[in-house]
Nanobody, 122 residues
Framework: QVQLVESGGGLVQAGGSLRLSCAVS????????MGWFRQAPGKEREFVAA??????YYADSVKGRFTISRDNVKNIMYLQMNSLKPEDTAVYSC?????????????????WGQGTQVTVSS
């Protein structure tokens, strides 16, 4: 059984930083693609970033501010978020899938964490 557990969310002022973590158990971590998605109140879930092997992918809205990485020994994926803006406020969830096709499509991810709240105050 695959389990994903996020941590690291919280309240931060605009311009600040947070690092989210996603711990994975139950699978061989390194062979899967991993992604971060977010959902703000009243909005649809949107792609934030994804990583597969040494390749990373970002939404235009976070490119240059967020960095996705993974530690294949500890089975943990990270999202370093810098220069946070109020519009980054959302519940952030990590997800796991096989392969890199449609890596930005949340519907392609069968495994999800419970989500962690990120709130950026102005």
């Amino acid at each position: 059984q695959v389990q994903l557990v996020e941590s690291g969310g919280g309240l931060v002022q605009a311009g600040g930083s947070l690092r989210l973590s996603c711990a994975v158990s139950g699978r061989t971590f390194s062979i899967y693609a991993m992604g971060w998605f977010r959902q703000a109140p009243g909005k649809e879930r949107e792609f934030v970033a994804a990583i597969s092997g040494s390749d990373s992918y970002y939404a235009d809205s976070v490119k240059g501010r967020f960095t996705i990485s993974r530690d294949n020994v500890k089975n943990i994926m990270y999202l370093q978020m810098n220069s946070l803006k109020p519009e980054d406020t959302a519940v952030y969830s990590c997800a796991l899938k096989w392969g890199t096709l449609a890596i930005r499509d949340s519907k392609q991810y069968p495994y999800w964490g419970q989500g962690t709240q990120v709130t950026v105050s102005s």
